[in-house]
């Protein structure tokens, strides 16, 4: 389990949380081409060069390995080229509004399935496998995607 794990610490934030940290850095502005998917008149408030910033996160967490993890895979053959894969996959796993997250990624793969399903049982067959997986502790540090 422990080499599934990832070896830098990561803690997502918030953006209020982020422009806590933004507040005091110090330094160039990032340049305008690191914001053209923002609105223009938008100012993220972020800087560059923060050289004397140190920031100490106290963070519990609740790490729960003991738990099982099942990934659900569906396979159909290539015919043509069966060692090319085709990967059509989502996590099914949320922290707490599963239709956000991500029963929309998993309802789009049991439709498509389901198509292909279709075509399969009418004599149709891919050139190249695919694989639809169902990935489940997604949440839980990548455990299981």
């Not at 569906?74 to 080229?81: A, Q, R, S, V």
């Amino acid at each position: 389990m422990d080499e599934a794990l990832p070896t830098i610490p990561v803690m997502p934030l918030s953006y209020k949380n982020a422009e806590t940290i933004f507040s005091v850095m110090e330094g160039d502005a990032p340049p305008d081409s690191w914001q053209e998917y923002e609105p223009a008149n938008i100012d993220l408030g972020y800087t560059l060069d923060s050289d004397e910033l140190v920031i100490e996160l106290e963070v519990t967490t609740d790490l729960r390995t003991e738990d099982l993890t099942q990934n659900v895979y569906g396979i159909l053959y290539g015919d043509e080229f069966p060692d090319e894969i085709v990967m059509i996959g989502a996590h099914r796993d949320s922290w707490v509004c599963g239709a956000q997250d991500d029963v929309s990624g998993t309802t789009t793969i049991m439709e498509v399935a389901k198509g292909f399903g279709n075509l399969y049982r009418r004599g149709w067959r891919p050139k190249r496998t695919i694989v639809f997986a169902s990935w489940d502790s997604e949440e839980s540090g990548l455990i299981g995607s």
